[in-house]
């Protein structure tokens, strides 16, 4: 034995040197894995995808209750590539045949699995910065309404922490990259297949990382009953499980480990028993009211002669609304326009878990107590306005509403109303000028509408009727927006009392109008008229 | 002499084909069909035919392994050529492969859902197209990347190709709903179009190219084992 061969006696290096080995490695795997071609390739198309330009008018109009939950998929998506990311640096030193070298360093297999543990810290304060952004620019919409959840927005980045320390796990059980790759594919069958589409079983719906709730229209914050705080302590539970888990395998099998994985199996159970015991009974007697009678839940307020009910999150739109009623107020003559009318806001939220989420629902408000309700409260025939706002799309529906309101004198009666007549022509008229936007609306309902006719839904999603007209009326609104807007408006005044008197022809209303309507067919003869 | 060839190799291919990520893949994908009859969980038509997809991506992703072989660096110098080397590890993976589909198909026959109405011959394009690419994207690693392990490289190719083709605009989507208006369209065209694509770019990057990069240069030379592997 010489200088050279003499084995060390010393064979731990100190604490202190082993944690900032750890550090160093950390650091260094932490860098690897934000430049991992996958991850970064994900974070980009992300980061894309949410400052491109456009989208859909609503985005001006953000509800931040839904808002936050919809921040968790596209953090999926990063989280997946971190998972492979992950896996990979991993299982780098056996991909290059280097695992030999690490034997001659201060750390053991398990402390590097800590260092790669630490190496995701910076990834997940990444997008949580990411969500962060998301969450203040919606804040900055002058649209924007109700209440965001911290818990709801701390679950995307908590997906990714979680998927991330599925790959390193997965790293150290299987020494093959075959496994990341296919771990993916049973996240994306748990979220995008049994997570959207199973019914029946809730309980095991919630168990997917990811559970979605989506179809329906926002609800006021107080009748949402996801349970996001639930959610994210199971996976809190399961970040620490699988990450202690890893640490296990690789040879760390302290009691302080041992404890910290048997710790976070209770926490990960209690999680999971706790978010499947559904909504709670005064929940659902809220939900119940909301949609029933909600005039005990909202705040009215008086623009002009018209006067707006809204869940107290939802009154910042009502300037919005009052700007589209008056539009159509405009256009009718005095002693019309001046006539009292509401508006009151509907929710469906007697089902699911958060609303509305999985189908069935009633098309219009049979065995709901809307009309007395409405008596009661002192607003007769309330016109409904929804939980989302922005766009010619919502603005015609609500146009349409108050149009048929002001011409008929009743709200649409029959769940959707085919109106026959020279009315009908005149409420699909108003509603298209009532604001800037509205034709435009009717255009792009239009265009992903099929059938024949047109139709204009309700403005609260279905939970109101809908105006349809065949193609005969129709054919005169269209010749009516060929014709200059003074001109048409003029007429429409001037003729108020012969185109709003019950059975008036759509023949006749196109001669008031001045334009022609063209002869009935036979498709017309089969629309069942109310 | 080919014949002879193909004759002497097929036993030792069907020995080294990477029989763990092609077993792994192909059990993941029946659990997952099998799932909702086993639970019993009821699932809309619509998400039975997404469900059946991801089986097939599953199955993708275990053929992305195909063409790994942990001695590709002592097969590099032989003068049988690398197209025939692949194909004989495509063609033994052929009549698994279908055995297999036939089999996804029926366990999600089985599904509480109505399964029956399944549409299986577009499904099977669609499987066939995944695998195609996943197989062309493995030969592609092992022409430009070197190496010989192409599935670590080729199984995330082809998810980020599954997702891209589901997340695009509706307009360029191949994974389009079943009852979507362009479903035969895409089918005819879009899928097959891909599958063809596939074989194309299996076929070209099989072929063994007849120059050299020097050992120093690319991102092959960096290997443990240097890049006079299996070129």
Request: hydrophobic share 50%.
């Amino acid at each position: 034995m010489n200088a050279l061969t003499a084995v060390r006696e010393t064979v731990d290096a100190p604490a202190a040197n082993r944690r900032r080995a750890v550090l160093a490695l950390a650091r260094f795997e932490a860098g690897r894995l934000l430049l991992h071609p996958l991850v970064f390739t994900a974070a980009v198309v992300y980061s894309v995808w949410l400052l491109w330009p456009g989208g859909s008018p609503q985005e001006s109009f953000p509800v931040l209750q839904d808002m936050d939950r919809e921040t968790q998929i596209g953090l999926e998506l990063i989280g997946l590539a971190a998972l492979v990311g992950a896996n990979g640096a991993v299982l780098r030193s056996r991909r290059h045949g280097t695992e030999a070298h690490f034997g001659t360093l201060v750390l053991r297999p398990w402390q590097r699995t800590c260092a790669h543990l630490l190496s995701l810290v910076p990834l997940v304060l990444l997008t949580a910065a990411v969500v962060a952004a998301q969450l203040v620019r919606a804040l900055t919409r002058p649209g924007v309404v109700g209440h965001a959840s911290v818990n709801e927005l701390a679950t995307g980045p908590a997906l990714v922490l979680l998927f991330a320390v599925v790959g390193v796990l997965l790293g150290r059980v299987f020494r093959s990259s075959f496994a990341a790759p296919l771990a993916v594919v049973v996240v994306i069958a748990l979220t995008f297949v049994f997570g959207v589409g199973a019914s029946g079983a809730e309980g095991f719906r919630r168990l997917s990382p990811l559970a979605f709730d989506e179809g329906g229209m926002p609800l006021p914050s107080h009748l949402m009953g996801r349970p996001a705080g639930w959610h994210l302590l199971y996976l809190a539970g399961l970040v620490t499980l699988t990450g202690a888990g890893a640490v296990l395998v690789s040879g760390g099998r302290s009691a302080a480990v041992k404890a910290t994985a048997f710790g976070a199996l209770a926490v990960c159970s209690v999680g999971a028993v706790l978010q499947s015991l559904g909504p709670s009974d005064a929940l659902r007697a809220a939900r119940e009211e909301a949609t029933d009678r909600p005039s005990s839940m909202q705040e009215c307020h008086r623009r002009g002669p018209t006067t707006y009910c809204a869940f107290p999150e939802f009154t910042p739109w009502t300037d919005e609304w009052d700007t589209v009623v008056r539009g159509v107020r405009g256009l009718a003559p005095d002693g019309v326009k001046e006539r009292r009318l509401y508006v009151r806001q509907r929710v469906f939220a007697t089902d699911g878990p958060s609303g509305p989420g999985s189908g069935t629902r009633p098309a219009v408000p049979s065995g709901l107590h809307w009309a007395e309700d409405d008596r009661a409260a002192g607003t007769p025939d309330a016109i409904a306005a929804g939980t989302a706002w922005g766009g010619g799309e919502k603005e015609i529906a609500l146009a349409a509403a108050v149009a048929h309101q002001l011409v008929m004198g009743h709200g649409p009666r029959a769940s959707s109303a085919v109106m026959c007549d020279g009315r009908g022509v005149l409420v699909f008229w108003l509603a298209t000028q009532a604001t800037e936007h509205t034709e435009g609306g009717l255009h792009s309902i239009l265009a992903h509408s099929f059938g024949g006719g047109a139709s204009i839904p309700s403005p609260a999603d279905g939970l109101s009727a809908g105006l349809v007209l065949r193609d005969h009326e129709y054919a005169v609104v269209r010749a009516l927006l060929d014709r200059p807007r003074a001109e048409a408006g003029a007429r429409v005044k001037a003729e108020w009392g012969q185109l709003t008197a019950e059975g008036v022809s759509t023949e006749r209303a196109a001669e008031l109008l001045g334009v022609k309507a063209p002869p009935l067919t036979d498709d017309d003869r089969q629309w069942g008229c109310q | 002499m080919i014949r002879a060839l193909v004759v002497a190799l097929l036993a030792p291919t069907w020995r080294t084909l990477p029989w763990a990520p092609l077993a792994a893949g192909g059990t993941l994908g029946l659990a997952l069909v099998g799932a909702p009859a086993l639970l019993p969980l009821t699932l809309p038509p619509v998400v039975l035919v997404d469900l059946v997809r991801v089986a097939a991506l599953s199955g993708a992703l275990g053929a992305a392994f195909l063409l790994d072989d942990p001695a590709g660096h002592t097969t590099g110098a032989v003068p049988t050529p690398r197209l025939l080397r692949h194909s004989l590890r495509t063609a033994l993976l052929l009549p698994l492969a279908a055995g297999w589909w036939v089999a996804v198909l029926a366990v999600a026959r089985l599904a509480p859902a109505s399964g029956a109405g399944l549409p299986y011959g577009a499904l099977t394009v669609e499987a066939a197209a995944l695998t195609a690419c996943s197989v062309a994207c493995a030969a592609g690693v092992l022409r430009w990347g070197g190496g010989t392990a192409a599935g670590s490289t080729a199984g995330p190719a082809v998810i980020v190709l599954s997702a891209s083709l589901a997340a695009v605009p509706h307009r360029y989507r191949l994974f389009v709903a079943v009852d979507d208006p362009h479903w035969a369209d895409v089918h005819r065209y879009g899928w097959a179009g891909l599958l063809a694509a596939a074989v194309c770019g299996w076929f070209a990057w099989s072929l063994q190219p007849t120059t050299r990069r020097p050992v120093s240069g690319g991102f092959g030379g960096r290997r443990a084992f240097g890049a006079a592997g299996s070129r």
